[in-house]
């Protein structure tokens, strides 16, 4: 379920959903790809609108099915990963390779034909087994589906693999965060720092909506005994605050907390309104 809810979510982001149709995959390792289906490809390549891959009148071809019924589609000219260092060094450790479970970019490929059928198949739900089956695990081992994941790992990994090869699709979801540090006595500012985030996490215990949420994270977090240049160990405040939002805001709600007594991650099952918009 954590998998098909973060697909669904990025599928609807148009901006990303560009990024990974308009992915070149080079014909030899599409040849390695899996869950070939022919009628079912056929069918999506019948559906196919050139329009919608031509966002900004950019120069983009539509390759549909290959010899080997994989659909690809190519982005002329500056092609991303077609360029990227990191792309022609796998490429070429897997000249050869016949197993097709180990393809390098299996996962991206199944990726845009899952995005694909969300697009254009005429039915109210798609299979994603096809690239759940490809997906590998922080160990590199294919994962269990039937195992429950934390969903921010997921997306963290998820996202770290789509910068790899398509850099500018992750843009959208960064920001900049900027803590202050001040002297809890006389509030003399005493330094900054500045953090890019990707997920953006609020608190839920004892919380009822976004607004109480976000009204937590102004308060400021107190640090005892911070060693302080030239002041030595004191107690110091850490202000938090947005420095520069990202294009697509993506909140994790912190639904489990660790109980200390039982040593136990419990989930947080209070109601919790989610607004649709924020001010």
């Not at 539509?62 to 077609?82: S, Y």
């Not at 697509?248 to 489990?256: A, E, G, H, S």
Request: hydrophobic share 35%.
């Amino acid at each position: 379920c954590y998998m098909n809810a973060i697909l669904q979510q990025f599928f609807h982001l148009s901006e990303f959903r560009h990024s990974i149709f308009s992915a070149r995959i080079s014909e030899r390792i599409i040849d390695n790809s899996v869950c070939n289906n022919q009628n079912t490809l056929n069918q999506t390549a019948q559906l196919l609108d050139p329009n919608d891959f031509l966002p900004n009148n950019t120069q983009k071809e539509i390759v549909g099915i290959t010899k080997n019924e994989i659909f690809t589609i190519k982005q002329l000219p500056n092609n991303e990963l077609a360029n990227s260092n990191e792309f022609n060094k796998i490429e070429n450790e897997i000249k050869g390779q016949t197993n097709s479970s180990q393809g390098a970019f299996n996962w991206l490929i199944e990726l845009q034909k899952v995005f694909i059928r969300l697009k254009y198949f005429p039915t109210t739900f798609i299979d994603p087994s096809c690239f759940v089956n490809v997906w590998r695990g922080w160990d590199g081992e294919l994962i269990n589906p039937h195992k429950q994941q934390d969903a921010v790992e997921f997306l963290q990994m998820f996202l770290d693999r789509i910068e790899s090869v398509i850099p500018s699709a992750t843009g959208y979801f960064k920001g900049e965060m900027v803590y202050n540090f001040l002297l809890t006595d006389t509030k003399a500012f005493i330094k900054s720092t500045i953090e890019s985030f990707v997920t953006f996490p609020l608190e839920v215990k004892n919380h009822t909506n976004l607004s109480d949420s976000f009204n937590t994270f102004l308060i400021p977090e107190r640090f005892d005994d911070y060693d302080v240049e030239h002041i030595g160990k004191t107690s110091i405040e850490r202000h938090s605050r947005i420095r520069t939002p990202p294009q697509v805001l993506i909140i994790q709600l912190k639904r489990f907390e660790f109980n200390l007594q039982t040593n136990i991650r419990e989930k947080v099952n209070d109601k919790y309104i989610f607004t649709s918009e924020l001010d």
